[in-house]
């Protein structure tokens, strides 16, 4: 078995509890992904786990440099998987102009991922970068 970072919440150790064993491995992996690209972006800090909106989050509270990053699975869509960002911003609307169709997209919030899917790994961490340094960039315009 796969060792995976500890969690820093239960509610979210609980809701990894609820997926489905052919979609919790995916998960698991956007987590640690999402760990990976905050430790290695300049200005983001340390990031928290947490729950919102009953989804597993991932929030700049160290620095305020970015954008909240939410992961999750929905009983609806069940072969699906989901990686989502604030719907306020113009993270999916750049993500777009950027990677055109190499990603699904979810409206302005969502990039979706098929169980089977292959992930473009540089430009998915890409995208979670720009939402963690999404405040950052702002002051810069």
Not at 119 to 124: A, H, I, K, Q, T
């Amino acid at each position: 078995m796969t060792k995976y970072r500890e969690f820093e919440c239960k509610k979210v150790q609980e809701k990894f509890d609820t997926y489905p064993k052919s979609i919790k491995p995916k998960l698991f992996f956007l987590r640690e992904l999402i760990f990976k690209v905050a430790s290695q972006t300049a200005g983001v800090g340390n990031i928290e786990e947490t729950l919102k909106w009953g989804e597993p989050s991932y929030v700049t509270f160290q620095t305020h440099s970015g954008s909240t990053v939410r992961i999750d699975w929905k009983k609806g869509t069940p072969d699906n998987y989901y990686i989502y960002f604030n719907c306020k911003t113009m993270l999916v609307d750049t993500f777009k102009e950027i990677y055109g169709r190499l990603f699904t997209y979810g409206g302005n919030r969502s990039l979706i991922f098929y169980k089977d899917d292959h992930l473009p790994l540089d430009e998915l961490s890409d995208c979670i970068a720009m939402a963690f340094t999404y405040h950052l960039s702002k002051k810069r315009r």
